[in-house]
């Protein structure tokens, strides 16, 4: 794979953002907010250490909106300085947010997209705890065309293309094995047909083609994909179904072929929301999985297509890996008119190509209820369990986590959020071997400092 340098993409993603803006009748929303949070832990965020610890942070937020006939764009981004007053963790300045960018250069015909994201991440399920010396940074810069190609006036041919790269910070904790993560840089490039059976109803077809590669690694990692796809969109019913197979290729070792699928469905009945993914693919493991829902929303480019989807934990593991994930959400309002609850449930089986002993899979849950109390007063709470089975050792790790916060809008620009909960770790593995229980309580206050809007429509 020919490299494409970050300073190429900034910059092909600059100037897209600068043609944009050009008209002077465009309009941008942007709001600049202050945030400050104290929470006191007995175990310093379950690090295995059995120590107490106050952690401070205080940050800044900015977002930025706008949207009109050529251009669609949305950043949300947030920089918080964190401080340890025991020193579970090191100090540290913290970035995180994502940014979205949609021009439309012939309108319904061609558009380029572009997508940012930063987010604070684990390296490892089987090595990190919860701890900020434990976590990496990791930022993805994506960006690529988007050509819609009317055949029939129920045809239509839809080509796509895309550059990423993943940019992986060290963690601080030095002694993880996983320490180590390389950058990625991946290729990708799809056609698919999508028929029209009527005005709620789409079949579609299509090739996908990926190649990755990792810093200081010699081989590049390809992946082929096939499917075929229904969708349906009803008022109050919206599902889907693609299948196909996957195949991921390296040098000097044997191709790998599995089946591919991926389903999506979302019931609304009066106060109550249902929907449900399930998905089995081939990936690499820095990539996460790629998002391939091909449903009427295509029609409207949106960065989703730029394989957003579950990122990995385990992103330092070289080589492909096989996921199936599924999902099920359920909220409702039904049982009055002051209160909101709902559950998750989600599974994920990661069967790695290169390393089997890293084989593992995660089931977790969470139930939540929500109260309003008064106008400005809500009542928050939420229980979950998460397990996770490394499969070659037969260990475990069990985490548990009960909470109930109060969020009260003092004012329409000042949010003060208090609380606390429960959160208890049986680990089998290391370096957090053993049981840890672990009381906190936290205080959170955010302040909009600035709301105001540029330009006009």
């Known amino acids: 794979m020919n490299n494409l340098s970050s300073r190429s993409i ?6 897209g953002c600068l043609t944009a803006l050009a008209p002077p009748i465009s309009a941008m929303d942007y709001s600049v907010s202050l945030s400050a949070d104290n929470q006191y832990d007995t175990d310093g965020g379950l690090n295995g250490r059995d120590q107490e610890e106050l952690e401070s942070s205080i940050g800044l937020g900015l977002n930025i909106s706008q949207d009109n006939q050529r251009l669609d764009f949305m950043g949300n981004y947030s920089l918080n300085y964190l401080n340890f007053d025991n020193n579970t963790s090191s100090d540290r300045s913290q970035i995180t947010g994502n940014s979205d960018f949609v021009l439309s250069v012939i309108e319904q015909r061609f558009d380029w997209l572009a997508a940012h994201n930063i987010t604070e991440t684990s ?72 028929h029209a059976l009527s005005e709620i109803t789409d079949i579609t077809a299509g090739y ?41 290729e390296q040098e000097g070792q044997s191709s790998n072929r599995g089946l591919f699928y991926q389903a999506d469905i979302s019931k609304q009945s009066g106060a109550n929301t249902f929907s449900a993914s399930a998905s089995r693919q081939l990936t690499e493991s820095s990539l996460g999985l790629n998002s391939l829902r091909f449903d009427s929303e295509l029609r409207t480019p949106d960065t989703s297509q730029l394989g957003a989807g579950q990122t990995l934990d385990n992103s330092t593991i070289d080589g492909a890996v096989e996921i199936t994930f599924l999902s099920m959400d359920y909220t409702s309002t039904a049982l009055c008119k002051l209160c909101s609850y709902g559950a998750e ?113």
Do not use: C, M
Not at 10 to 15: C, D, G, M, Q, Y
Not at 232 to 239: H, I, M, V
């Open 10 to 15: 900034i910059a092909t993603i600059f100037s």
């Open 123 to 194: 390296p490892s399920r089987r090595e990190a705890n919860n701890t900020a010396d434990d976590q990496e940074r990791r930022q993805q810069l994506t960006t690529g065309p988007f050509v819609t190609l009317p055949i029939t006036g129920v045809d239509q041919l839809i080509l796509s293309a895309e550059y990423s790269e993943i940019f992986f910070s060290k963690p601080k904790n030095t002694n993880l094995q996983t320490a180590e993560n390389d950058d990625t840089q991946s290729l990708l490039g799809s056609i698919n047909w999508e």
């Open 208 to 248: 996908q083609y990926q190649e990755s590669e990792r810093d200081d690694r010699e081989q590049n990692l390809e992946f082929h994909r096939y499917f075929i796809g229904f969708s349906r969109s009803l008022r109050n019913l919206n599902y889907s179904l693609s299948v196909g197979s996957n195949t991921s």
């Open 345 to 457: 449930l989600s599974y994920v089986d990661s069967d790695y190509e290169n390393e089997a002993s890293e084989d593992d899979v995660v089931n977790a849950a969470r139930l939540f209820f929500n109260y309003r109390l008064s106008t400005r007063l809500t009542a928050e709470f939420q229980t979950g369990i998460e397990n996770t089975e490394f499969l070659t050792t037969d260990q475990t790790d069990d985490r548990s986590d009960t909470s109930l916060y109060f969020s009260w809008n003092a004012s329409p620009r000042l949010n003060i959020r208090a609380g606390g909960g429960y959160a208890q770790e049986d680990s089998e593995t290391a370096p957090s071997n053993g049981s840890y229980d672990n009381y906190y309580a936290s205080i959170s206050f955010d302040y909009q400092l600035i709301t105001s809007r540029l330009g006009k429509n």
